[in-house]
């Protein structure tokens, strides 16, 4: 089992930057890779942001440039760095990580981006 908890979400201006944290603990060591996800209202849930355990990261084309996805292995959190945030922005941000055999997820965080 793997527990997340997500903190860091919140209210900004479009323009603005707002950094996401995703701490884990139980059985770490089983996480294969570590993403971030997103759902706004009327849509589905699509990816953000995901970084494998070797380290290797990939991006949806709407945050590349813009987001950043960090780990820190000695806290157990992978981060979200979201800078020039937009409108489009806005969403419920969900944490999540991947063992093999199951996915785990955060409760997840209200990002609002304000034009």
């Known amino acids: 089992q793997v527990q997340l908890v997500e903190s860091g979400g919140g209210l900004v201006q479009a323009g603005g930057s707002l950094r996401l944290s995703c701490a884990a603990s139980?059985?770490?060591?089983?996480?294969?890779?570590s993403g971030w996800h997103r759902q706004a209202p009327g849509k589905q849930r699509e990816l953000v942001a995901v970084i494998s355990k070797g380290g290797m990261i990939n991006y949806a084309d709407s945050v590349k440039g813009r987001f950043t996805i960090s780990r820190d292995n000695a806290k157990n959190t992978v981060y979200l760095q979201m800078n020039s945030l937009r409108p489009d922005d806005t969403a419920v941000y969900y944490c999540?990580?991947?063992?093999?055999?199951?996915?785990?997820w955060g409760q997840g965080t209200q990002v609002t981006v304000s034009s």
């Open positions: 999540n990580a991947f063992t093999g055999g199951t996915t785990y």
């Open positions: 139980g059985n770490i060591f089983s996480i294969i890779a």
